[in-house]
């Protein structure tokens, strides 16, 4: 059976160069990047080389850029080090009812320790009300943590909007990026973001590195306690070989953003046309524009999603968030978009790529609409 993968926003493949770039460091330059004869200083090199590859993509300063294990400790660290550092001037944190789990459990966590956290709504299309979130901001509001885009729908905020009203009060405003970076234009000083999270996996780097961007003025608390890497920033010898490859994707990202939107969006719009004319009744979840330009978040009316993917054997998509595939639960962010149950429940995000053809997405919709007929 020939598979087709259209789950780019669960995880993307190594590009080949990306691989190419890491080879050297998997056996030959394999030495502590803290130390300061030859073998270390080619290690330190080539970190410095993939901060500055990122700090590139991003429009910020290298010394801006912390090396993580990927983006849910870029958002531990960003919420939780942002929290316990302005403790002396407030609890309270904003975020927003769609969020990834690894922001969602980390404000959850922090209210066992006496922080307040208010969830904001989004509408229909999964987004936020930027009244709602001036309204809900408090004197004692410290933290404002709103995702770029959702990886469900891949609806887009507001961002400059949010960054602004967060400036405007005071509030360290972070965004978990880890689905925009490298589908859209992230530029964090045009945005006026403070802290960003990135995921390599999610942008044709190695699963288990990301990195988080932090604004010069910035402070937060130690998240991993220990020696002084990264800047004193995040203690543990840095992971080298994954770093490289996270530097050299950042580097084609920028390099390919351009054509690599237009791909995305030329192939997912064929989908979602074609699907559309064989099927009137097909609901889109999401911001019809503002989207990321890979994400079809679909629903066939009174099909389940679960069902549904079971029988496209050889198509790769997900019910709603990787994370929760296996689950029958209706996704919180459907839910907070109130997107009616019998359409809910067949919710299902396809998300294109940069080696997706057109040939097989041709093939996708066919084998989706002939399933689709049959359960029908
Ligand atoms: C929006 C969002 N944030 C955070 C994460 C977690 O990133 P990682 O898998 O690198 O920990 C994901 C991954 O699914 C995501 O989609």
Known sequence: MQHIYLDYNASTPLLAEVADAMQPYLINFFGNPSSRHWYGRQSREAIELARAQVAHLLNCCPEEIIFTSGGTESNNYAIKGSAFARTDIGNHIITSAIEHPAVLNVCRYLEKFGFETTYIAVDEFGIIDLEELVDSIKPTTILISIMQANNETGSIQPIKEIA???EENNIIFHTDAAQSVGKISVNVKNLGIDLLSVAGHKMYAPKGVGVLYKKKNIKLDKFMHGANHEGDNRAG????????GLGKAAEIASRDLASNYEHFKELRDLLHKTLKKNFPDLKLNGHPEFRLPNTLNI?????????LLDELESLAASAGAACHSG?????????AMRVPEKFAMGAIRFSTGRYTTRKEIEEAAQTIIDTVRLIR
Do not use: C, G
């Open 237 to 244: 010898t840095e992971n080298v070989l994954e770093i490289v």
């Open 164 to 166: 602004e009203i967060a």
């Open 299 to 307: 629903s066939f009316p009174n099909i389940k999603a679960d069902l």
């Open 327 to 335: 689950s029958v639960e209706i996704s919180h962010v459907l839910q």
